[in-house]
């Protein structure tokens, strides 16, 4: 999910945007972590990664909120 998340977050979006504006520096750490995952998760190759990104993200709202729907976190898909 993080590794994924960072991903949008430095090429899909603005997200980051703001944090930007605050302290360039952050640049740097958040390469780092990005690679860092990158180089370390293989699931980001298969073919079914979609299916299990998926999963593992209905797994941590069940975990954090006991359900998984979205409409009860205010969350929206990606």
């Given at each position: 999910?993080?590794?994924?998340?960072?991903?949008?977050?430095?090429?899909?979006?603005?997200?980051?945007?703001?944090?930007?504006?605050?302290?360039?520096?952050?640049?740097?750490?958040?390469?780092?972590?990005?690679?860092?995952?990158?180089?370390?998760?293989?699931?980001i190759f298969m073919p079914n990664y979609d299916e299990r990104l998926k999963a593992a993200r209905q797994r941590l709202l069940v975990e954090m909120y006991g359900s998984d729907d979205e409409a009860e976190t205010g969350e929206t898909a990606s």
């Open positions: 999910m993080l590794s994924d998340w960072l991903y949008q977050a430095m090429h899909q979006s603005d997200v980051l945007d703001d944090l930007l504006k605050t302290d360039r520096a952050v640049w740097s750490p958040i390469y780092a972590i990005s690679g860092a995952l990158e180089t370390t998760l293989a699931e």
